[in-house]
T-cell receptor
Framework: GESVGLHLPTLSVQEGDNSIINCAYS??????FIWYKQESGKGPQFIID?????DKRQGQRVTVLLNKTVKHLSLQIAATQPGDSAVYFC???????????FGSGTRLQVQP | DGGITQSPKYLFRKEGQNVTLSCEQN?????MYWYRQDPGQGLRLIYY???????QKGDIAEGYSVSREKKESFPLTVTSAQKNPTAFYLC?????????????FGSGTRLTVV
């Protein structure tokens, strides 16, 4: 039968507020990290990436922060909009096999 | 338009049947990947291929098989040996496996055992 999935952690914010989504990664040798957005029933969409020789990268309304000391990645979304409601995944590049390993995801709910 | 196409969008399988999920890309990408997603969970790597005629097992390859005879195509067969195949299957591609690029994903195939 179908497996029962774990409940995703959920972040609920008001429209216009800033959102911060956190991710702990597992492999200290990972050298490349990506944030993806996934809407219900669709494939993940690329948001922003960062290489391990950086600690911050900014895009349009989004910022990714990387703390290699504690193996932590965060995604900041400025002025969150209802269209930002989705599940967000972080992913790390396995330097050995060169394939992305994904975290378990965080659901972002934006209240109008 | 360049992109990655998965078909069918929905697929129903009877117990004991093999089914094949299609993944085609016209992005001229060398590397292709198959992931499985269960409800409320992240993506788990099934198989990946860095170049034509070559592929490697991911973390959950048991009960699945793939082929990579053409650069554009990376079909996934879910065999009867896969005991719990009901899931959302995602195919992705990237320009080259050895270089850090984000993946482009297809829109997925939802497989249900009936």
């Amino acid at each position: 039968g179908e497996s029962v999935g774990l409940h995703l952690p959920t972040l609920s914010v008001q429209e216009g507020d800033n959102s911060i989504i956190n991710c702990a990664y597992s492999n200290s040798a990972s050298d490349y990290f990506i944030w993806y957005k996934q809407e219900s029933g669709k494939g993940p969409q690329f948001i922003i990436d960062i290489r391990s020789n950086m600690d911050k990268r900014q895009g349009q309304r989004v910022t990714v922060l990387l703390n290699k000391t504690v193996k932590h990645l965060s995604l900041q979304i400025a002025a969150t909009q209802p269209g930002d409601s989705a599940v967000y995944f972080c992913a790390e590049m396995d330097t050995g096999r060169r394939a992305l390993t994904f975290g378990s995801g965080t659901r972002l709910q934006v209240q109008p | 338009d360049g992109g990655i196409t998965q078909s069918p969008k929905y697929l129903f399988r009877k117990e004991g049947q093999n089914v094949t999920l299609s993944c085609e890309q016209n992005l001229n990408h060398d590397a292709m990947y198959w992931y499985r997603q269960d409800p409320g969970q992240g993506l788990r790597l099934i198989y990946y291929s860095q170049i034509v005629n070559d592929f490697q097992k991911g973390d959950i390859a048991e009960g699945y098989s793939v082929s990579r005879e053409k650069k554009e195509s990376f079909p996934l067969t879910v065999t009867s040996a896969q005991k719990n195949p009901t899931a959302f299957y995602l195919c992705a591609s990237s320009p080259r496996a050895a270089v850090n690029y984000g993946y482009t994903f297809g829109s997925g195939t939802r497989l249900t055992v009936v």
